[in-house]
């Protein structure tokens, strides 16, 4: 079982839809987590980092389910512009300081 | 500007050739790593380095080299490549090891293929 799993997708939303995203982790001691952005093989880039309370940033909100240990994304009024592939990171505690990516997940939104 | 710069950003080399990718940062951050990403599997971790002198293994060591003997800089050296090195590349820092409210900044990538 991988460490960090995502849905692939694709995600095919019309603007203005709600969608959202599912990372769950394998390490029930994993300590930071955080949704990154990336475009089409650039860098990626941070979008938000996830609390245990969960936290709110404009139409994106981040949510941590410990019990479940998984941590979810969403994004409302969905843009053209939020079409991306959003990445899950994870800081599992296992005695180094590992940062591990998920594989992904790829959103298109459409006109 | 906070920067971390990756050099090349594109090399085509061939099997066995020794090469470098140089990495730098200009924030004074503590944290440096390496990543490689290949298509369905996303960002694979490779090296880290928590401070000068201080470096460590990630998921996909087998093949590479790192240093850390400044600050600054943190290469990546392929001493034997093989085809199977082929991928995308990608520098990152960040102040302290990844938590809330600190970002990794990672390079612009470099794009690897070995024939």
């Known amino acids: 079982r991988k460490e960090v799993e995502q849905d692939p997708g694709p995600f095919n939303v019309p603007e203005g839809a709600t969608v959202a995203f599912n990372c769950t982790y394998s390490?029930?001691?994993?300590?930071?987590f955080f949704w990154y952005r990336q475009d089409c093989r650039k860098e990626p880039k941070l979008l938000m980092s996830?609390?245990?309370s969960g936290n709110e940033d404009g139409r994106f909100t981040a949510q941590l389910n410990r019990a479940s240990q998984y941590i979810s994304l969403l994004i409302r009024d969905s843009k053209l512009s939020d079409s991306a592939t959003y990445l899950c990171v994870v800081t599992p505690n296992t005695g180094g300081f590992k940062t591990i990516f998920g594989a992904g997940t790829r959103l298109f939104v459409k006109a | 500007e906070a920067q971390v710069t990756q050099n090349p950003r594109y090399l085509i080399t061939v099997t066995g050739k020794k090469l470098t990718v140089t990495c730098s940062q200009n924030m004074n951050h503590e944290y440096m790593s390496w990543y490689r990403q290949d298509p369905g599997l996303g960002l694979r971790q490779i090296y880290y380095s928590m401070n000068v002198e201080v470096t460590d293994k990630g998921d996909v060591p087998e093949g590479y080299k790192v240093s850390r003997k400044e600050k600054r800089n943190f290469p990546l050296i392929l001493e034997s490549p093989s085809p199977n090195q082929t991928s995308l590349y990608f520098c990152?820092?960040?102040?302290?090891?990844?938590?809330?409210?600190?970002?990794?900044?990672f390079g612009e990538g470099s794009w690897l293929t070995v024939v």
């Open positions: 990152a820092s960040s102040l302290s090891p990844p938590r809330p409210g600190n970002t990794i900044y």
């Open positions: 390490n029930s001691a994993s300590q930071s």
């Open positions: 996830v609390y245990s």
